[in-house]
């Protein structure tokens, strides 16, 4: 079984797509890193491995019941545990993101986001965070990304 799977892997690998790039990505001189989708970050506070920045979210945003949908919270921390965990450089790809939803996310108001390293274990890395209005817990996030072999995925 073990052949078979190497030869299927050499197989698919004449098949592979080259690492190109994204013109846009990691634009930090540009609102949203030039993601039109990503909430944007008000201000932001950065260390080696803490994240702390203010938000709002939009009628662009609009989920149900008139609070924040839950795509444009994961695309929050998506985006906030990203640029956390490839901020020195070294790539790295999001193997999961969690979101656990506290409350309504509301629109229209001032909301505090925090993402933060958890851990790192060799190409592991496990980032936290958080989104709050006020006290109020909107929000967490749990994420895993691995770092890229050279060449690849």
Not at 13 to 22: G, L, Q, W
Not at 107 to 123: C, Q, Y
Request: aromatic content about 12%.
């Amino acid at each position: 079984m073990a052949a078979r799977l190497e030869e299927l892997t050499a197989e698919f690998n004449a098949y592979r797509a080259p690492v190109v790039p994204s013109p846009t990505f990691g634009l930090g001189s540009v609102p949203r890193g030039a993601f039109s989708r990503n909430p944007e970050l008000t201000s932001e506070t950065w260390s080696p491995d803490r994240l702390d920045g203010e938000m709002t979210f939009t009628a662009f945003h609009l989920g149900a019941n008139g609070s924040a949908h839950g795509g444009s919270v994961s695309l929050l921390f998506d985006g906030v545990l990203g640029r956390l965990a490839n901020e020195d450089g070294v790539w790295r790809r999001n193997a999961y993101l969690k979101i656990d939803f506290r409350s309504l996310t509301p629109l229209e108001t001032p909301l505090r986001v925090e993402g933060f390293l958890v851990r790192s274990e060799g190409r592991k890395f496990w980032y936290g965070g958080r989104l709050w209005n006020g006290e109020i817990l909107a929000a967490e996030a749990d994420a895993l990304f691995l770092t890229v072999p050279d060449g690849g995925y």
